[in-house]
């Protein structure tokens, strides 16, 4: 199988078989004009959003858009503002998503990391859309709301974008975080991920807006900076027993993380990706 045909099916059979008629996120007001789309267990979303009412447009903030999720996401906007989106802020990319990312209206302008950009030129899908890319930090200004973007070397991914809105005290850490359950991590760069869980505690926002799960606060952040680090001490517990990826998957033991939702689901592709870069320390 396909790399992107076995991640695409990971993402998508998160807990549940999908239903054809579901709807693929709940929506939750979290602040002044400020919306998370939260992923529905089993749907085709495989990631939380962001939606922003700004003055005289909207901005949405995530990563792996469907046609499908892009959709239901601007019918939404539909009901809440007849303001259109005019800025998608795609947080990271997955290098071999041609299907994905790239179905967004044609009037509105991706913005993104220049690590992700450097991704998404490469995919045989055609960009459609304008785009504009930045290297650290961008902030743009809408009306008296401040949207800050900071791009992370690596992560989660490769150029990873968190979203801040000071006013509002929301924090949108896309895949960076994920509260409660287990998520993708099998494009993720383990030692530099650590480190940018510290930045996004530091941001102190009142609400946090995760990848995957309910929104939360920042003892959201703590929980899964907790469990990151039990995972990561685990494999570098292994790995200095010299073992080859396979046997070091079988002894590995968390047994207060076996039953989280989605740990089963994607502990194969994460554990050896995490095994396979964290063995260099041992």
Same mark, same amino acid.
């Given at each position: 199988?396909?790399?992107?045909?076995?991640? =695409?099916?990971?993402?998508?059979?998160?807990?549940?078989?999908?239903?054809?008629?579901?709807? %693929?996120?709940?929506?939750?007001? /979290?602040?002044?004009?400020?919306?998370?789309? =939260?992923?529905? #267990?089993?749907?085709?979303?495989?990631? %939380?959003?962001?939606?922003?009412?700004?003055?005289?447009? /909207?901005?949405?903030?995530?990563?792996?858009?469907?046609?499908?999720? !892009? &959709?239901?996401?601007?019918?939404?906007? +539909?009901?809440?503002?007849?303001?259109?989106?005019?800025?998608? =802020?795609?947080?990271?990319?997955?290098?071999?998503?041609?299907?994905?990312?790239?179905?967004? #209206?044609?009037?509105?302008?991706?913005?993104?990391?220049?690590?992700?950009?450097?991704?998404?030129?490469?995919?045989?899908?055609?960009?459609? %859309?304008?785009? =504009?890319?930045?290297?650290?930090?961008?902030?743009?200004?809408? +009306?008296?709301? $401040?949207?800050?973007? !900071?791009?992370? $070397?690596?992560?989660?991914?490769?150029?990873?974008?968190?979203?801040?809105?000071?006013?509002?005290?929301?924090?949108? !850490?896309?895949?960076?975080?994920?509260?409660?359950?287990?998520?993708?991590?099998?494009?993720?760069?383990?030692?530099?991920?650590?480190?940018?869980?510290?930045?996004?505690?530091?941001?102190?926002?009142?609400?946090? /807006? #995760? +990848?995957?799960?309910?929104? !939360?606060?920042?003892?959201?952040?703590?929980?899964? &900076?907790?469990?990151? &680090?039990?995972?990561?001490? $685990?494999?570098?517990?292994?790995?200095?027993?010299?073992?080859?990826?396979?046997?070091?998957?079988?002894?590995?033991?968390?047994?207060?993380?076996?039953?989280?939702?989605?740990?089963?689901?994607?502990?194969?592709?994460?554990?050896?990706?995490?095994? %396979?870069?964290?063995?260099?320390?041992?």
């Amino acid at each position: 199988m396909k790399r992107v045909s076995l991640t =695409i099916v990971l993402f998508v059979a998160l807990f549940l078989p999908i239903a054809a008629d579901a709807a %693929n996120f709940r929506f939750q007001k /979290v602040g002044g004009d400020v919306y998370a789309a =939260i992923a529905e #267990p089993g749907s085709r979303a495989a990631s %939380n959003c962001l939606i922003v009412v700004a003055d005289y447009q /909207v901005i949405l903030a995530g990563a792996h858009f469907t046609k499908a999720t !892009t &959709r239901e996401l601007l019918d939404f906007v +539909g009901t809440i503002t007849p303001l259109q989106v005019r800025y998608v =802020i795609l947080t990271h990319h997955h290098s071999g998503f041609d299907a994905l990312d790239t179905d967004f #209206p044609r009037n509105a302008d991706i913005i993104t990391s220049q690590r992700t950009w450097q991704l998404l030129r490469k995919e045989p899908g055609r960009i459609k %859309n304008q785009v =504009i890319f930045f290297e650290q930090g961008l902030t743009i200004k809408r +009306g008296s709301r $401040e949207i800050v973007m !900071t791009a992370t $070397e690596r992560g989660h991914s490769e150029g990873d974008v968190f979203v801040s809105l000071p006013e509002d005290g929301v924090l949108f !850490t896309s895949d960076l975080l994920f509260n409660d359950v287990g998520g993708y991590m099998g494009d993720g760069y383990f030692r530099d991920w650590l480190m940018d869980l510290d930045t996004l505690d530091e941001v102190g926002a009142r609400t946090v /807006v #995760p +990848g995957l799960g309910a929104v !939360t606060d920042n003892d959201g952040i703590k929980r899964f &900076r907790a469990f990151f &680090r039990d995972f990561t001490t $685990e494999i570098l517990r292994l790995a200095a027993k010299g073992l080859d990826v396979d046997a070091a998957k079988r002894e590995f033991s968390l047994p207060q993380f076996q039953n989280m939702p989605g740990f089963r689901t994607f502990f194969d592709v994460n554990f050896r990706r995490a095994y %396979n870069e964290l063995k260099e320390l041992k």
